[in-house]
């Protein structure tokens, strides 16, 4: 269940900023598994004063940066998060975001972190897991 914040520019249209969101899950179903309905996102439009960024940090070239902060459970190995990497920038890149201007944290935590409403730990009862289908044995699942 991760939880995607997506920082960018407030003169966005709409649906370019809709396509963005649609882009990044889209990675995290088909690289690191998440369930199509699984998606929790929020975009946030920023004046472009209010994103602050080095234009050429590390010897990248940045003109128009979007911020993306992921948070999800724990576990996954650093050669998948490389290749989520990879997807989101393919996928951005598909609707015309330049992957230099992409800019991506992952914060992991563990299951006892979340709760999905009604003030429950969804994510450490195995009983209602399991009727949706999802196996809490599996390392970093969502």
């Given at each position: 269940m991760p939880l995607v914040r997506i920082s960018l520019r407030d003169n966005l249209d709409p649906a370019h900023q809709r396509a963005i969101a649609d882009a990044v899950h889209n990675a995290l179903v088909t690289t690191i598994g998440i369930p199509p309905g699984d998606r929790f996102q929020v975009i946030e439009?920023?004046?472009p004063a209010d994103l602050i960024f080095d234009p050429d940090y590390l010897g990248i070239e940045r003109r128009d940066v979007i911020f993306l902060q992921i948070t999800l459970v724990r576990g996954r190995p650093p050669e998948l998060k490389q290749r989520l990497y990879r997807t989101i920038a393919t996928e951005l890149s598909a609707i015309g975001v330049r992957p230099e201007d992409i800019v991506i944290t992952l914060t992991e935590n563990d299951r006892a972190d979340w709760s999905i409403g009604n003030g429950h730990a969804q994510l450490l009862d195995t009983e209602l897991l399991a009727r949706?289908?999802?196996?809490?044995?599996t390392p970093g699942a969502d």
């Open positions: 439009p920023r004046r949706h289908g999802i196996s809490p044995a």
